[in-house]
């Protein structure tokens, strides 16, 4: 059964970088053909598609977020991780890791992490 | 840059009730792939309907999404308890893959 775990700081100073893994047990990253994505939902709003990456390291991301965005992955970890720098407020969000439902797309996440809510304070 | 307006921003009917959620894209969504999901407070999204109309496993049938182009609909024939939660429509046929910004469905 496939399962999806974030792990990471759950306080971030703002200027600094939030990092988040995500570690996948029950499929193994490189073998696959998904995008496995990041998505946010800050407090009292709706969802927000952070960024994908492919099991060779071809990425997507959110052009909102500018150039804050590093998505990487560590097929020997089946890990992987999200960096997100010079962190404000506005970053303070639950943080989901997803696979999509089908291979060679970036939507459609059947597969979820439990989410983890990171806040950025000083 | 697609934005997805869902509407109406909230919705409120009785268990036993039919229930019609819009999503509206600014453009085509290339090949219908929409997608909607269901979040409880909490909880990670569930996700319902992909490809506009392909429930995903362990969905009831109560449950279908219809659409093409840029205008998508998401019906669940009769309202559940557990059904009350936000529902949220996605497009990923393009990047950025945008969500709209949600469908409150709560009890009357």
């Known amino acids: 059964q496939l399962q999806l775990q974030e792990s990471g700081p759950g306080l971030v100073k703002p200027s600094e970088t939030l990092s988040l893994t995500c570690t996948v047990s029950?499929?193994?990253?490189?073998?696959?053909?998904?995008?496995w994505g990041w998505i946010r939902q800050p407090p009292g709003r709706g969802l927000e598609w952070i960024g994908s990456?492919?099991?060779?390291?071809?990425?997507n991301h959110n052009p909102s977020l500018k150039s804050r965005v590093t998505i990487s992955v560590d097929t020997s970890k089946n890990q992987f991780s999200l960096k997100l720098s010079s962190v404000t407020a506005a970053d303070t969000a639950v943080y989901y890791c997803?696979?999509?439902?089908?291979?060679?797309?970036?939507?459609?996440?059947?597969?979820w992490g439990q989410g983890t809510l990171v806040t950025v304070s000083s | 840059e697609f934005v997805l307006t869902q509407s109406p921003g909230t919705l409120s009917l009785s268990p036993g009730d039919r229930a019609t959620l819009s999503c509206r894209a600014s453009?085509?969504?290339?090949?219908?792939?929409l997608a909607w999901y269901h979040h409880k407070p909490g909880q990670a999204p569930r996700l319902l309907i992909y490809?506009?109309?392909s429930r995903a496993t362990g969905i009831p049938d109560r449950f279908s999404g219809s659409g093409s182009g840029t205008d998508f609909t998401l019906t669940i024939s009769r309202l559940e308890p557990e059904d009350f939660a936000v529902y949220y429509c996605?497009?990923?046929?393009?990047?950025?893959?945008?969500f709209g910004q949600g469908t409150k469905l709560e009890i009357k």
């Open positions: 029950g499929d193994s990253i490189s073998s696959s053909s998904y995008y």
């Open positions: 996605q497009q990923y046929g393009s990047p950025p893959y945008t």
């Open positions: 490809g506009a109309s």
């Open positions: 997803a696979r999509p439902v089908m291979e060679w797309l970036a939507g459609g996440f059947d597969n």
């Open positions: 990456i492919y099991s060779g390291g071809s990425t």
């Open positions: 453009q085509s969504v290339p090949a219908g792939y």
